[in-house]
């Protein structure tokens, strides 16, 4: 058993939560998938794509309940990223909490499971 984040901006998350299921980001819908990231990746993604952005929203997801549909792909500095070939639904969130931002830098302290 092991998490995996995905991280939403608030229209992003409350869009999620009104629909029960969505296809991701504006990122993800280019893409053809849904950007995920492990524990280890997390903290850069933010800080990558998320930088100083406030009202984020990151939501754990089990590995084990997305099946064939989650493929690991190499990705930023050839390592394997989390990808769901299907939309992500309410079902698969095992939480989803606010991400705080202090200072210009999010907050990850007792957030990630």
Do not use: C
Not at 62 to 74: F, Q, R
């Amino acid at each position: 058993m092991a998490h995996i984040y995905k991280i939403f901006r608030a229209p992003e998350y409350a869009a999620f939560v009104q629909n029960g299921s969505t296809l991701g980001a504006p990122i993800d819908l280019a893409d053809g998938y849904v950007h995920i990231s492990t524990r280890d990746q997390v903290v850069e993604t933010v800080a990558k794509h998320f930088a100083g952005e406030d009202g984020l929203k990151i939501l754990a997801i089990e590995t084990d309940t997305l099946g064939d549909a989650l493929k690991w792909e190499v990705s930023r500095g050839g390592a394997l990223f989390p990808h769901l070939y299907r939309e992500l639904r309410a079902e698969d969130v095992i939480w989803a909490r606010d991400l705080p931002l202090r200072d210009g830098v999010h907050q990850f302290d007792g957030l990630l499971s």
